[in-house]
């Protein structure tokens, strides 16, 4: 294919080089933002009689027919291009001849692109936030029907204070809410029109920016032209925010993990989740859990060398700008591929509430409910703490929980135990009476459960 640049040279360039320049193999993705932008820029250089209406509404149908046939199939990109702006043009110019050539009238790759990338960016996290909605929806309506099942609370990965299941899934719930919040104002800052910036100083033509902007179903327009090509902050923003989505699913994939050991044996997989090995029959590996958690590293490299490439580049385009499209588009995809699993496998997981009860139980994360206990009878706390310690350690010894503790044991460490301490160390009571706003008690989840649906249809 013949280079659209040639001029200043003859466009004859190292068969190498050529394929080292080219960014069709990747940027072609982005014909259907490429072909609307240009209908709305023939639309805009009609109306200013920039060119003539006849060449515009020609451009048009071109335009149109080239997206139609890419669509079916019936058009196939060329490899050979070197980029998929140049590889429209040059269709275009073949099917409708010079008026073709008036297209890029008022315009350079270096805003195209950068429209191009704003388009593609914007419609892609739309998929995205939808995509952590389902997700949300689904750690809800698992939060709902676990309210009742006991499990222990970790910190330091040490069984620490009893809790209910809902609430460490609502936790990741307002993990997830953050992040569709993130890219909700991502797009905001995202949502301004370079087109019209040209290559980096603006154009002498009587464009109308604004009105091309609000074809294309932007807020507003760039307000500097050398800004508007040289900027790639929307792209490091989404990266950063994919980070932290993806962040967050490796977290609580590094959770799904944990409770489908043997050790742990909370939850299990579906088998459409899981896989065997090739060498033990017994084994069922959350392999697609060690994906999402292992993919998250690839999102994070996405990016800082993104970073890397913009840190020390002069205003305006540079040629090192291409490489933003590849990190972007890996991350944007690897974000959804892990979505488009991880709701699916936490849907259809099962949960056995029997054995987290008994792993809370064995854990004596009802102690500081015993010292609490104590202090309400008047004793100090850490008197209360050293005798609670002093129970337990002895339990441990001798293979007891503190529920099954006899009376008259406890009254051999302090003369005023009494028969209510059972009410007030038994492990659902222990989490319900955590009352306290945002707290694991039956009432407080069910706020919770509540507030996350509301804040959902907010969003819808």
């Known amino acids: 294919m013949a280079k659209m640049w040639e001029g200043r040279t003859d466009g004859m360039t190292d068969v190498t080089a050529d394929d080292f320049n080219s960014s069709i193999r990747f940027d072609s993705r982005m014909y259907r933002e490429d072909i609307t932008g240009s209908v709305a820029h023939a639309r805009m250089l009609k109306k200013q009689n920039i060119i003539p209406s006849g060449a515009a509404d020609h451009i048009i149908e071109g335009l149109l027919g080239i997206l139609s046939d890419l669509e079916t199939g ?7 291009a070197e980029d998929i702006h140049m590889f429209v043009e040059q269709v275009l110019t073949e099917r409708i001849g010079d008026e073709g050539k008036m297209l890029h009238t008022a315009r350079s790759r270096n805003d195209q692109v950068a429209l191009d990338m704003r388009m593609y960016m914007r419609t892609k996290t739309g998929e995205i936030s939808s995509l952590v909605k389902d997700l949300v929806v689904v750690l809800n309506e698992a939060a709902e029907k676990y309210t009742d099942a006991i499990m222990p609370g970790y910190t330091h990965l040490q069984r620490a204070q009893p809790i209910f299941f809902s609430q460490h899934l609502l936790a990741y719930e307002m993990m997830f809410l953050r992040d569709m919040s993130r890219l909700k104002d991502a797009v905001k800052r995202m949502n301004e029109s370079p087109i019209g910036a040209c290559a980096l100083a603006g154009t002498t033509y009587d464009t109308d920016r604004d009105y091309e ?3 294309l179903g932007f807020d507003s327009v760039c307000l500097n032209s050398m800004d508007a090509v040289s900027d790639r902050d929307f792209c490091l923003e989404i990266l950063s925010d994919l980070s932290i989505l993806m962040m967050h699913m490796s977290r609580l994939a590094e959770e799904i993990l944990l409770w489908t050991s043997w050790e742990f044996r909370f939850v299990e997989l579906a088998d459409a989740y899981t896989t065997g090995s090739s060498i033990m029959p017994q084994k069922k590996n959350s392999d697609m859990a060690e994906l999402i958690r292992g993919k998250t590293g690839r999102v994070y490299g996405d990016l800082m060398g993104l970073l890397t490439v913009m840190k020390g580049l002069p205003l305006a385009y540079n040629k090192d700008m291409q490489e933003d499209k590849e990190p972007v588009f890996d991350a944007m995809d690897t ?3 892990c ?3 991880l709701t699916p496998m936490i ?3 099962k949960v056995n509430q029997d054995r987290m009860k008994q792993a809370a139980q064995e854990g004596f994360i009802n102690a500081t409910d015993l010292a609490d206990y104590m202090v309400r009878k008047g004793l100090p706390f850490r008197t209360a703490y050293k005798i609670t310690g002093q129970i337990v350690g002895d339990c ?3 293979g007891q929980i503190l529920e099954n503790l006899p009376l008259e044991t406890y009254q051999t460490y302090w003369e005023q135990f009494d028969n209510d301490l059972y009410e007030a160390i038994d492990l659902t009571n222990a989490a319900d009476t955590r009352t ?7 009432q407080s989840i069910r706020e919770q459960i509540e507030a996350v649906k509301e804040k959902l249809q907010e969003a819808s």
Not at 74 to 80: A, F, G, H
């Open 335 to 337: 974000a959804v591929m």
């Open 396 to 398: 441990i010894r001798n």
């Open 347 to 349: 849907s259809t997981m």
């Open 339 to 341: 979505l488009s699993v």
């Open 213 to 215: 902007a609000g074809l």
């Open 74 to 80: 019936k058009l196939e990109i060329d490899p050979t």
């Open 436 to 442: 306290s706003k945002g707290g694991t008690s039956r």
